[in-house]
């Protein structure tokens, strides 16, 4: 006879087996509830962001040079919009497989879409690569609509070729380079956080940012020190930031003698701006070649002294204020009291905590360059930048060590005075190491841009620099090439 314990453990199985077939009358439970939608920022509400030219199918092709080995009037050009950004995509008759991704920089906030070439165009047709650019769906300083709408092209490269009535295989490798913005653009679309958030998702080969945001929004903590130690020494400390336009006819004429210059004409400095010049080259670099004919010659630092009285969200990419100062140390050389006082007297802006924060629907709205990086990444900067100062590059040096990755990153200083102030040379020079490295596996040279000894050298920068101009450069570069030559020590 079957125990009374056997028979209750048999429907006590039975009771488990009927509930796991659905037999059991208790409700299902209820589904979690959705994700609560994300806030909207002044930069959802622009809309009225328009292609410059939208009814444009291709653009010119590039005048000849005598250098060339490649007819650049026989490539493919295709112009034409994809989810609200303008394009340009080229394709050399003699393609090898890979495509190239070009970002460009801040637009400023205008509602007119426009889309540029990527400089060195002529070594990227010349040497068989396709190239594309997308002028971004939104203008402002909106990083995260430069990153998707980058990869979004990249995504549709094979789709608008065949469209185009040349279809192409996909391409074997896809690298990315890019300028000032399109610097940031660059280093966050190959970073991991972008390879787990961002909508649309590219596995890129290898990258050059140039004169690049490499240090993400840390550049707008460097415009705010570069702030709240003008209004200090010039005696007004604890106005309100964002209040600068009442007060910046005073702390300019207390700093400059001249500003803010012109052609052949310098920026100048008082006794006490000579001050700030020196707290200013502590906070973008420290000391190095090119500091002081950047910021007298260079015309970059009135466009960072510009950007001075941001209430933090920048111009609205956020909503909540993003700049935090309480790390920096301001530093007058040779002046330990004035320091102090300095330190003492500038205000102290501290970021809300959740001003950047990771988003439920997709990049943060300004992606990061957090260092997380598994592709060859060739970096170059101007040493005489102050809009996007070379500190930027020692920002992403140290992050990209925090993170155990410094075998991915080269990091190359160049002697120019101003912002992106590179040869084409220079730049074609940092692309074509980044390829060999890629292929090859042999990592080129670069620059120590963290030992302060190393970088105030007076031949610092020399190794990577290529003054010849020629066609392709930009009017700026060849302007102040010759400047930046005739008045620095002559590198060896």
């Known amino acids: 006879m079957q125990s009374i314990t056997s028979m209750r453990l048999a429907a006590l199985f039975g009771t488990v087996l009927l509930g796991a077939c659905g037999g059991s009358d208790d409700p299902a439970p209820a589904p979690p509830p959705p994700p609560a939608p994300e806030e909207t920022r002044p930069q959802d509400a622009r809309t009225s962001f328009a292609p410059a030219d939208p009814t444009a199918t291709t653009f010119a092709a590039m005048a000849a040079s005598p250098s060339d080995t490649v007819d650049m009037s026989t490539t493919s050009r295709w112009a034409r919009v994809l989810g609200g950004a303008a394009y340009r995509v080229e394709v050399p008759a003699n393609w090898n497989g890979k495509l190239v991704m070009y970002a460009h920089g801040y637009a400023g906030i205008g509602n007119a879409l426009g889309v540029n070439n990527p400089s060195i165009r002529r070594y990227l047709i010349q040497n068989g690569y396709a190239w594309a650019a997308s002028s971004y769906s939104k203008n402002y300083y909106d990083v995260r609509a430069g990153v998707e709408d980058t990869n979004a092209l990249a995504l549709a490269f094979n789709d608008i070729a065949t469209a185009n009535s040349r279809p192409l295989a996909a391409p074997s490798k896809i690298y990315i380079t890019g300028h000032s913005m399109g610097g940031h653009i660059t280093a966050a679309a190959i970073d991991g956080e972008a390879a787990t958030t961002a909508n649309h998702k590219v596995a890129y080969a290898g990258a050059v940012p140039m004169c690049g945001v490499v240090g993400d929004t840390e550049l707008f903590d460097v415009f705010s020190g570069m702030q709240v130690t003008a209004q200090a020494l010039a005696g007004v400390p604890k106005y309100p930031t964002t209040g600068w336009a009442d007060i910046s006819a005073l702390v300019t004429s207390t700093l400059f003698s001249t500003f803010p210059g012109s052609p052949g004409v310098p920026i100048a400095t008082t006794a006490t701006g000579d001050k700030y010049k020196s707290v ?3 906070l973008t670099g420290g000391e190095r070649p090119m500091f002081d004919l ?43 009291a004035g320091s102090a006082a300095l330190n003492a007297a500038a205000l102290k802006l501290t970021a809300d905590p959740d001003a950047n924060r990771l988003r439920r629907d997709g990049l943060r709205w300004i992606p990061k360059a957090n260092g997380d990086i598994k592709i060859p990444v060739v970096s170059i900067h101007t040493l005489g930048d102050l809009f996007v100062p070379f500190v930027m590059e020692q920002v992403y040096q140290q992050r990209v060590a925090a993170k155990g990755n410094s075998g991915w990153l080269v990091q190359r200083a160049i002697r120019g005075i101003s912002h992106c102030d590179f040869t084409v040379a220079e730049q074609a020079t940092a692309f074509d190491d980044m390829i060999k490295w890629e292929r090859d596996g042999v990592k080129p040279t670069g620059d120590d841009v963290v030992t302060a000894a190393t970088v105030a050298a007076p031949t610092y920068g020399c190794t990577y620099t290529q003054n010849t101009t020629g066609m392709d450069d930009s009017a700026t570069t060849k302007a102040l090439r010759p400047l930046a030559v005739a008045n620095s020590a002559a590198c060896p």
Do not use: E
């Not at 209430?311 to 002046?335: A, P, S």
């Open 294 to 336: 950047g910021l007298a010659y260079g015309g970059s630092f009135p466009s960072s002294y510009g950007a001075f009285g941001g209430d933090g969200t920048i111009n609205g990419i956020l909503t909540k204020n993003v700049i935090d100062t309480n790390r920096f140390t301001y530093v007058i050389d040779g002046d330990v």
């Open 280 to 282: 200013v080259k502590n």
